[in-house]
């Protein structure tokens, strides 16, 4: 008899399945509608925060992010909350200082954050120190990830092979991670990697292994069944209607597929169903951030140069801007040799910026002719070290005229940063002290000491930041109508 090993799900569609296809844009109220049905399901966890939600939710939805959790775990309060949390990077786009790290984390924790899934854009685990300190002080689950790349069309060659990779998980284990998560952002897995890469951790590995892939090339569903099939603890699956394209599988098809075997969810579809159904109601508000500019859901692109889309949108519109479209493929061709030189970095935030705008100045100026401070930073290892080492060369030119130094530091990268959270409680201390309101200043000292200030009242938000209601949209939707039927606008 087949011992049962349900497989666990976590499901993203509050934080990762609306960053993916609608520029993160979902509204906490949206949320508490289906919340206390969600909490019903039998999840593992819901990811429902991090990433890019705490910045959206300053600059474009004027609400405040720490209200997020603080709502939704009174409403889910048997399901584990988690998020996303980019390692000494925290939710914004550099290092920050140690003092900030540990403060983030335990707010976090107060609020309502259960399980804290950590990563660094550079797979070095010296960045995880503070933060996993912290959450292990708070008493929470420390997820501590590797971020999946690749120089070959698949798992192998010179930096990220299968070695890697286990010896990356070993090392993350031995720091205290209570569960691993392979974070595959670009959907670059294939089926069989992701069998031999689960089968091989599960064999040195104590503690539970997660997979987080996206939909983008269009083998994400097929990679995560033989992962299931392979031994994988969880999964990310996102309701049907914020599924695929660029964001994740979707979780109804993989539970009718599992059903009756050993690895049964034990979820139920009717209620997944409803759950769908709602969401289907309210996401007219958000179809402006829909991208409907290509009929196909998948990036057949990704499987041929790996650039992720989010990647390749900021490189076309930096050629937009320099009237050199037509310079597309040059660029193409010199992402990999960039990449290359600056020790193979992942292509995720904010390597991913660094190594596209430095691909796009390369075409355009000559090679590095001109050099972006991101780049110096980089090369000087203020984002940490890399995964393999930096063309000595291209680190002579690169630092030449760097005002830290030319020689590169290789220390973790937050030993040399001077604490911040005083100067942030500076900044707002003449309207509030709230820890909470004091960390949005650390993290965004423009955006976010602008939001605070439309919180207390002291300047108005732009009114384009109200949010817009299904009236709205059916009011749209019968101008529309009337103008395609040559009716006039109003009688």
């Known amino acids: 008899m087949t011992t049962k090993n349900p497989l666990k799900i976590t499901d993203v569609t509050f934080r990762d399945g609306h960053q993916s296809i609608l520029a993160t844009r979902m509204r906490t109220e949206d949320m508490e509608s289906i919340a206390g049905e969600m909490n019903k399901a039998g999840f593992y966890s819901m990811e429902v925060w991090g990433g890019a939600t705490f910045d959206v939710s300053t600059r474009f939805l004027n609400e405040d992010p720490w209200h997020r959790p603080r709502i939704l775990k009174k409403l889910m309060p048997d399901t584990p909350l988690q998020m996303l949390l980019r390692g000494q990077n925290l939710v914004g786009y550099r290092h920050y200082a140690d003092d900030v790290v540990t403060a983030f984390v335990h707010h976090a924790a107060e609020v309502g954050i259960d399980i804290f899934r950590v990563f660094d854009a550079v797979n070095d685990e010296r960045n995880f120190e503070t933060a996993l300190r912290a959450i ?71 503690i539970p292994v997660h997979l987080h892939t996206h939909y983008t090339s269009g083998m994400a569903s097929m990679s995560c069944l033989k992962a299931i099939e392979a031994g994988v603890d969880i999964i990310d699956t996102t309701l049907a209607p914020f599924a695929l394209r660029t964001s994740h599988p979707a979780v109804e098809p993989i539970v009718v597929a599992l059903q009756g075997t050993p690895r049964d969810t034990g979820l139920n579809l009717a209620h997944l169903f409803k759950l769908g159904q709602h969401i289907e109601s309210i996401a007219p508000k958000y179809r402006d951030f829909l991208n409907t500019t290509r009929t196909a859901v998948i990036d057949t692109g990704v499987l041929m140069h790996q650039v992720p889309g989010g990647m390749i949108s900021n490189l076309v519109a930096q050629l937009r801007e320099s009237n050199a479209l037509d310079r597309i493929d040059e660029v193409y061709q010199e992402i990999p040799r960039v990449r290359k030189e600056l020790g193979y970095p992942p292509l995720v935030t904010p390597t991913s910026q660094i190594v596209g705008v430095q691909a796009v100045q390369n075409v355009l100026v000559g090679r590095y ?10 090369v000087y290892g203020l984002y940490g ?58 993290l965004y000292p423009i955006t976010g000491l602008r939001f605070l200030k439309w919180k207390y009242g002291l300047e108005t938000p732009p009114p384009e930041l109200k949010p817009k209601t299904l009236d709205d949209i059916k009011r749209e939707d019968e101008l529309i109508a009337r103008v395609k039927a040559g009716k006039p606008i109003a009688d």
């Open 369 to 378: 002719k001109l050099i972006s401070r991101q780049v110096q930073d980089y």
């Open 136 to 206: 292990k002080d708070c008493g929470k689950h420390a997820q501590l990830s590797i971020c999946y790349s690749l120089t070959e069309r698949k798992m192998g060659g010179p930096v990220y092979n299968l070695k890697y990779y286990v010896n990356k998980a070993l090392i993350l284990q031995d720091m205290g991670a209570d569960s691993l998560c392979i974070k595959d952002m670009a959907g670059l897995i294939a089926p069989d990697d992701a069998y031999k890469l689960i089968k091989s951790l599960k064999k040195v590995l104590r």
């Open 385 to 442: 070290k890399s995964p393999a080492p930096i063309d000595p060369e291209v680190q002579e030119i690169v630092l030449k005229h760097y005002p830290r130094g030319k020689t590169p530091i290789t220390c973790r990268a937050a030993d040399i940063l001077e604490p911040e959270l005083d100067k942030a409680r500076e900044a707002v201390k003449d309207f509030t002290q709230d820890i909470g309101d004091v960390l949005i200043a650390a």
